[in-house]
């Protein structure tokens, strides 16, 4: 007699119909387990790592639409919009020497910023940065432009959400004008609404401008609210945005805007570094 059929794992299994079922016969012995033939075996389903391969016959519940995911998933689309926002400061035309501050501070990347609460993702200088660099090429405002573009993420073990850098340091004239073009920038982008209009503050002591607005944008069906601000200096200048789980479904008005101008000052102060 041949041996019966053996599975993957080595055990025994009785023979298998055309349709991957066991034939019925009034004399087939009793099914394991009491098993009546035509009632498949029902197991409560075991965890399984979302999109792995699940057991025949059973249909994974998908993962419930969360805030969480809604901000990873367009991170990557802000970023691009923040770099546009800092692209197009400059009017291009032949440069001259005169009129120009000198080259005293850069803008450096740190590992973390805001007193730690954010920690570098992705150091983003060399491919979205170069936009911003190649822009600067020919204006007659900007000199020695090198860009410093960035994503943060939050330190904290659990937190979700983005903070992002688009920046450039070098010698700049007409900062007042450089300041309302970061925001005029992303304000342009046909996918984002600015909600609450652009507003200068001086949260600091030395009297320096902070340009801040709140934009909202459509991803997926929701909507995604969050400040956005702008500095810009003889020497450095820079666009900042600031995401949260919060931000989703967020209404404009619940935006702290003037605590995000101080936020943004605070992220100057930490990039803003002497050239030595």
């Given at each position: 007699m041949p041996p019966s059929p053996q599975s993957p794992y080595g055990q025994q299994q009785p023979p298998q119909g055309p349709y991957g079922q066991q034939p019925y016969s009034p004399q087939q012995p009793a099914q394991p387990y009491g098993q009546h033939p035509h009632v498949p075996?029902?197991?409560?389903?075991?965890?399984?790592?979302?999109?792995?391969?699940?057991?025949?016959?059973?249909?994974?519940?998908?993962?419930?639409k969360s805030r969480t995911g809604l901000?990873?998933?367009i991170v990557g689309g802000v970023v691009g919009l923040v770099v546009l926002g800092t692209v197009g400061l400059w009017v291009v035309g032949t440069q001259t020497t005169s009129g120009f501050p000198e080259a005293?501070?850069?803008?450096?990347?740190?590992?973390?910023v805001l007193d730690g609460e954010y920690e570098l993702v992705q150091d983003l200088s060399d491919s979205e940065g170069r936009k911003v660099e190649d822009e600067a090429e020919g204006a007659w405002d900007a000199r020695d432009v090198t860009a410093a573009v960035a994503q943060y993420g939050p330190q904290k073990g659990g937190a979700e959400g983005a903070l992002i850098v688009s920046g450039m340091?070098?010698?700049?004239?007409?900062?007042?004008?450089?300041?309302d073009n970061m925001l005029k920038g992303a304000a342009g982008v046909s996918?984002?609404?600015?909600?609450?209009?652009?507003k200068d503050y001086t949260p600091g002591d030395d009297g320096l401008t902070i340009s801040?607005?709140?934009?909202?944008?459509?991803?997926?069906g929701s909507e995604i609210t969050y400040p956005m601000c702008a500095w810009a200096d003889g020497n450095t200048g820079a666009s900042v945005a600031e995401l949260?789980?919060?931000s989703v479904g967020q209404d404009a008005?619940?935006?702290?805007?003037?605590a995000f101008a101080e936020r943004t000052l605070q992220v100057r102060s930490e990039l803003r570094q002497p050239i030595s």
């Open positions: 075996q029902q197991y409560p389903p075991q965890p399984q790592p979302y999109g792995a391969p699940q057991p025949a016959g059973w249909q994974p519940v998908p993962p419930p901000i990873l998933g005293e501070y850069k803008l450096a990347l740190p590992e973390t340091y070098g010698r700049f004239k007409n900062t007042d004008a450089a300041r996918s984002i609404k600015v909600v609450v209009p652009p801040c607005q709140v934009v909202t944008q459509n991803q997926a949260s789980v919060e008005s619940e935006v702290d805007v003037e």
